[in-house]
Each structure stands twice: as structure tokens, then as C-alpha cells.
């Protein structure tokens, strides 16, 4: 295995992974942060150093319109966007995946409007949801570009068929520089073999695909969707796996940083757990027992290896950067709950939310919810959840 | 289809609701859920074709006497036919009588 060092933009080593998982077409709407992967993408292919079609389009629900029939003749499809781009794209981002069209997407997490803003949290992710994709969060560059070859693999799987999104909160990843190990075409190429799709459409073989489903079929289709979902929890293991042993990086769906013996944890998703990781040690420094828990993997949710990673926790504090509005609060701390209510021993589970549309959240801010969350589980009454770093 | 689609488990569906018999439209009745269907009183009938024209859904076929009469299988029971029909030959009837 061959892999070259160098430092670029997180952009744009996203942009070098999707060249070197060749890809077929790429149609995309530039938007804040996500603007400079479809860029460079758009470059690439202009200078010839990309044999691949690149479709400009008017507006993200035609970008990702363009995906599906670009993914339905069989041709490995990616797109990318940010926020009201995913919004926009909505009503297709459940097509794709009910069609079972394997297309790779970046998402460069950035806040809902309004108020109108281009920075980072992860609402545009949690309001999608339930939009029938895989979903996998990043921590860094590195992450970012290794999670964008190993999506294509995991999408095209024909146990798979399911289409996939790469998380990366926008600007605290989308626009730094890094050190990143690109890996050479040759081993991405053995790594990563052509797409072969179970159905294409083509004149010589007539197909419908996206068909309407009567009251006595859609529920069981939905079905199929749901298990075929969690089913492949399994292929993303193994392509991990495959992937680490290529690279001697290595993935897990929940990843854990300084757990043993911890007492107390701290759940994070995406850039983030870096920060996080520094006001864990500082509070082992203080002999309170905490460890982080990475939650990598948000579709399909690894309830399994929740339940696993939180064996010996008393007290959990989990921070959600997007808030569910006049409901649950944190949208991740509510799975996490949902996860742990039938075990009979669980930890005590606080949600807090912080680093709302670019709000930073420094170790400082960390270190609180740790403290917060220790003084809390002595109480019985607890709030649906606490905010930190927010004028109240 | 191996069978009915009503009969279809989870698993039997292709992945993606693919479907890879080209036609099999032609078995689903569409005209199951009219509440009324057009009865014709031929001896009134100028086989002038009207209905045939008007019909939205190419429901309506001439028969060998040159008749115009509605496919069931796939009449909806929109009623225009009745409407635009000249001579009043044709009779909406509610379909549980």
C-alpha cells in the first residue's frame, strides 16, 4: 500500500477522494460551506484530470433529481451540499433511498435559517434525518477523506444498495488545512473495483423503477427499507475492517477515547470530539473518572453498540449542536435514551445543547457539562435538557 | 407475478420496488373504485362515437354491432360520457345496484 502526505484544504482532499474513487458523474449546486469540493470537482473535470461528466444545474432539488437518473443508469453519482441545499433537496433525498440508487453525498454541516447562517451545527443532518440514508460523521480531514472512498464501497454493495452521506461540519472541517494520507489510485482502485449495479436502466432491458406502491404494498416496502437499513450495519463493519486493514486506520460505528474505568461519559458527534477529548483529560487531571464516547455511525444507529460502550456508566452528558423546537430537545441525546430505556442498568442521561449555528464550544464549556451533568444526577427532577454557552 | 401482490411479504418485494416485467400494468384494474359505472340503452344509441371522443381514460371500445359500451375493468365512473352523450342513451348507475 502507497499513500503520499500532504497538507490541503479538508475540501479538497474530499474533492482528491472522490477523483481517485472515480467517479462517473457529479451534479451539484454550489452552497456555503460545501462550495469548494463541487469546485475543485468542477476543475478537475475541466482540466481532464477527472473522465467524468459534470452537470450543472439550477438549484439542489435538480442536482440531486440529476443523481437519481444518473445513478439509475448505473453510473457512480455524487453530490454534495449544505443546509437549505439539503433542504431544497428534501423531497428527493427519500426517492433515492426508497429507489436504493447508491449516490454519495457530502454534507458540509451548516445551520437552518432563520436566522439566516452559513456556519456550523448540525441541524440541516438532523432534519433529514429519517431520509432512509446511511449517515456517518467525521472528526477530521483524514476521517473526511477515508469515510468518502469507504461510502462508494458501502453504497454499492449489492447487499447494500443504500445511498450514503459523509457528514463534515462546515468551515471547522470544510475549510482547514490538514496533513492528509491520500491514498495511491492504484490501491483505491483495488479497493474500490467499478460499480455493478443489480438494476440499470437501458433500452435493451426495460425496467420502471420509482413506481407507485398501493395501501397493500407501501407498508411492506417501507419495511424492506427499514431492515435493509439496519442490515447494513453489518457491510459498514466490514468495509471498515477491509479499509483498516489497507490503511491501519480504523473505524467503528461508537469510538471511545481514555473509557476505562470511566464513571461518567460524554457523548459527541463529528469536529467536535477533538475539542472534547482535551477537556477529558483535563478532568481525569481533576481524578473524576470521565471518558468520551465518538458516536460515528447515526444511520443506521448502532443501538448495540451504545448500549455496549455505555456498560459501567453512572452518569452521561450528551451534546447535540441542533435543537428539536417546542419538543425533545437534543435530537441525538433522545436516541441515546431510547437506546438505554429497556436496560436495566443505564446510566442517568443529560442532554445538552450547544454550538448552535457557529457558536464555538470550547474545553471550557466541556468541562461544564461534565460538572453539570455530576451535580444534576443527584436531583430527581432533571429539564428536558440544559444549554451551555447560551445567554439565558 | 408468482402471486397476487396483496400476498407479497417484505422480502418478496425487488430491491427498490424495482419492477421487471414490462406491461404488468395491464393487471391492475384500475376501474375497481368507481362508485358508479354507465349503462348504455342501445336502441336509443346513434353509434355516433361521442362518448368514445370525450372519454378521459380510453375507457370506452366499439363492439361488433358498432356499439359504443365502457370497459369496466377500466371505466372510472366519471359520468362524462352520460353528459356529453347526444341522444341520452347512457345512464350512470350507482354500482351497488
Same mark, same amino acid.
Given at each position: 500500500?502507497?499513500?503520499? %502526505?500532504?497538507?490541503?484544504?479538508?475540501? &479538497?482532499?474530499?474533492?482528491?477522494?472522490?477523483?481517485?474513487?472515480?467517479?462517473?458523474?457529479?451534479?451539484?449546486?454550489?452552497?456555503?460551506?460545501?462550495?469548494? &469540493?463541487?469546485?475543485?470537482?468542477?476543475?478537475?473535470?475541466?482540466?481532464?484530470?477527472?473522465?467524468?461528466?459534470?452537470?450543472?444545474?439550477?438549484?439542489?432539488?435538480?442536482?440531486?433529481?440529476?443523481?437519481?437518473?444518473?445513478?439509475?443508469?448505473?453510473?457512480?453519482?455524487?453530490?454534495?451540499?449544505?443546509?437549505?441545499?439539503?433542504?431544497?433537496?428534501?423531497?428527493?433525498?427519500?426517492?433515492?433511498?426508497?429507489?436504493?440508487?447508491?449516490?454519495?453525498?457530502? #454534507?458540509?454541516?451548516?445551520?437552518?435559517?432563520?436566522?439566516?447562517?452559513?456556519?456550523?451545527?448540525?441541524?440541516?443532518?438532523?432534519?433529514?434525518?429519517? /431520509?432512509?440514508?446511511?449517515?456517518?460523521?467525521?472528526?477530521?480531514?483524514?476521517?473526511?477523506?477515508?469515510?468518502?472512498? /469507504?461510502?462508494? !464501497?458501502?453504497?454499492?454493495?449489492?447487499?447494500?444498495?443504500?445511498?450514503?452521506?459523509?457528514?463534515?461540519?462546515?468551515?471547522?472541517?470544510?475549510?482547514?488545512?490538514?496533513?492528509?494520507?491520500?491514498? =495511491?489510485?492504484?490501491?483505491?482502485?483495488?479497493?474500490?473495483?467499478?460499480?455493478?449495479?443489480?438494476?440499470?436502466?437501458?433500452?435493451?432491458?426495460?425496467?420502471?423503477?420509482?413506481?407507485?406502491?398501493?395501501?397493500?404494498?407501501?407498508?411492506?416496502?417501507?419495511?424492506?427499507?427499514?431492515?435493509?437499513?439496519?442490515?447494513?450495519?453489518?457491510?459498514?463493519?466490514?468495509?471498515?475492517?477491509?479499509?483498516?486493514? #489497507?490503511?491501519?486506520?480504523?473505524?467503528?460505528?461508537?469510538?471511545?477515547?481514555?473509557?476505562?474505568?470511566?464513571?461518567?461519559?460524554?457523548?459527541?458527534? +463529528?469536529?467536535?470530539?477533538?475539542?472534547?477529548?482535551?477537556?477529558?483529560?483535563?478532568?481525569?487531571?481533576?481524578?473524576?473518572?470521565? +471518558?468520551?464516547?465518538?458516536?460515528?455511525?447515526? %444511520?443506521?444507529?448502532?443501538?448495540?453498540?451504545?448500549?455496549?460502550?455505555?456498560?459501567?456508566?453512572?452518569?452521561?452528558?450528551?451534546?447535540?449542536?441542533?435543537?428539536?423546537?417546542?419538543?425533545?430537545?437534543?435530537?441525538?441525546? =433522545?436516541?441515546?435514551?431510547?437506546?438505554?430505556?429497556?436496560?436495566?442498568?443505564?446510566?442517568?442521561?443529560?442532554?445538552?445543547?450547544?454550538?448552535?449555528?457557529?457558536?464555538?464550544?470550547?474545553?471550557?464549556?466541556?468541562?461544564?457539562?461534565?460538572?453539570?451533568?455530576?451535580?444534576?444526577?443527584? !436531583?430527581? !427532577?432533571?429539564?428536558?435538557?440544559?444549554? &451551555?454557552?447560551?445567554?439565558? | 407475478?408468482?402471486?397476487?401482490?396483496?400476498?407479497?411479504?417484505?422480502?418478496? $418485494?425487488?430491491? @427498490?420496488?424495482?419492477?421487471?416485467?414490462?406491461?404488468?400494468?395491464? *393487471?391492475?384494474?384500475?376501474?375497481?373504485?368507481?362508485?358508479?359505472?354507465?349503462?348504455?340503452?342501445?336502441?336509443?344509441? $346513434?353509434?355516433?362515437?361521442?362518448?368514445?371522443?370525450?372519454?378521459?381514460?380510453?375507457?370506452?371500445?366499439?363492439?361488433?354491432?358498432?356499439?359504443?359500451?365502457?370497459?369496466?375493468?377500466?371505466?372510472? @365512473?366519471?359520468? $362524462?360520457?352520460?353528459? *356529453?352523450?347526444?341522444?341520452?342513451?347512457?345512464?350512470?348507475?350507482?354500482?351497488?345496484?
Amino acid at each position: 500500500m502507497s499513500e503520499k %502526505r500532504v497538507g490541503m484544504e479538508v475540501s &479538497i482532499a474530499m474533492a482528491e477522494a472522490v477523483k481517485l474513487a472515480n467517479v462517473d458523474c457529479i451534479s451539484a449546486y454550489p452552497i456555503t460551506p460545501q462550495t469548494h &469540493i463541487v469546485e475543485h470537482l468542477s476543475e478537475l473535470v475541466a482540466d481532464g484530470g477527472l473522465d467524468a461528466e459534470f452537470i450543472p444545474v439550477e438549484s439542489e432539488h435538480s442536482a440531486l433529481s440529476v443523481c437519481a437518473g444518473t445513478s439509475a443508469v448505473g453510473a457512480r453519482t455524487f453530490t454534495a451540499t449544505s443546509s437549505q441545499g439539503l433542504a431544497l433537496m428534501h423531497e428527493i433525498l427519500f426517492i433515492v433511498a426508497g429507489m436504493r440508487l447508491p449516490i454519495v453525498m457530502a #454534507l458540509a454541516n451548516r445551520a437552518l435559517s432563520s436566522p439566516l447562517s452559513i456556519w456550523n451545527d448540525h441541524s440541516d443532518a438532523m432534519a433529514s434525518r429519517d /431520509c432512509g440514508w446511511i449517515q456517518i460523521f467525521t472528526e477530521n480531514g483524514q476521517e473526511v477523506f477515508d469515510q468518502t472512498i /469507504c461510502a462508494f !464501497k458501502i453504497a454499492e454493495d449489492q447487499r447494500v444498495l443504500i445511498p450514503t452521506i459523509v457528514n463534515l461540519d462546515g468551515f471547522t472541517l470544510s475549510h482547514v488545512v490538514e496533513p492528509h494520507k491520500l491514498v =495511491s489510485q492504484e490501491d483505491i482502485n483495488k479497493f474500490l473495483p467499478a460499480y455493478k449495479p443489480l438494476y440499470a436502466l437501458h433500452p435493451d432491458k426495460p425496467l420502471t423503477m420509482g413506481a407507485f406502491g398501493m395501501p397493500e404494498i407501501y407498508s411492506e416496502a417501507k419495511l424492506a427499507q427499514d431492515i435493509n437499513l439496519r442490515n447494513s450495519y453489518s457491510v459498514i463493519r466490514e468495509v471498515w475492517k477491509e479499509w483498516g486493514g #489497507l490503511t491501519g486506520r480504523n473505524y467503528d460505528p461508537v469510538e471511545t477515547y481514555r473509557m476505562e474505568g470511566a464513571k461518567i461519559g460524554l457523548l459527541v458527534m +463529528g469536529s467536535f470530539c477533538e475539542t472534547a477529548m482535551e477537556a477529558v483529560d483535563r478532568v481525569r487531571e481533576q481524578g473524576i473518572p470521565v +471518558g468520551l464516547l465518538k458516536l460515528r455511525l447515526w %444511520r443506521p444507529f448502532p443501538f448495540d453498540d451504545i448500549r455496549e460502550a455505555m456498560k459501567g456508566l453512572e452518569t452521561l452528558a450528551v451534546l447535540d449542536r441542533a435543537i428539536s423546537v417546542g419538543g425533545i430537545g437534543g435530537p441525538v441525546c =433522545s436516541e441515546i435514551k431510547t437506546a438505554l430505556y429497556g436496560q436495566t442498568k443505564r446510566p442517568k442521561v443529560f442532554s445538552f445543547i450547544a454550538g448552535l449555528g457557529g457558536r464555538d464550544v470550547p474545553p471550557d464549556h466541556f468541562e461544564q457539562m461534565i460538572h453539570e451533568a455530576l451535580k444534576l444526577k443527584k !436531583k430527581r !427532577k432533571v429539564e428536558e435538557f440544559m444549554t &451551555i454557552g447560551i445567554r439565558g | 407475478m408468482s402471486k397476487p401482490i396483496d400476498q407479497f411479504t417484505w422480502k418478496d $418485494i425487488p430491491i @427498490g420496488c424495482v419492477v421487471t416485467e414490462a406491461g404488468n400494468a395491464r *393487471e391492475y384494474r384500475t376501474g375497481d373504485w368507481k362508485s358508479q359505472r354507465p349503462v348504455v340503452e342501445t336502441a336509443k344509441c $346513434i353509434k355516433c362515437g361521442v362518448c368514445w371522443v370525450f372519454c378521459p381514460d380510453a375507457a370506452i371500445y366499439k363492439n361488433e354491432e358498432g356499439y359504443f359500451l365502457a370497459n369496466l375493468d377500466y371505466c372510472k @365512473g366519471c359520468g $362524462i360520457c352520460a353528459r *356529453e352523450c347526444w341522444t341520452g342513451c347512457i345512464k350512470m348507475v350507482e354500482e351497488e345496484k
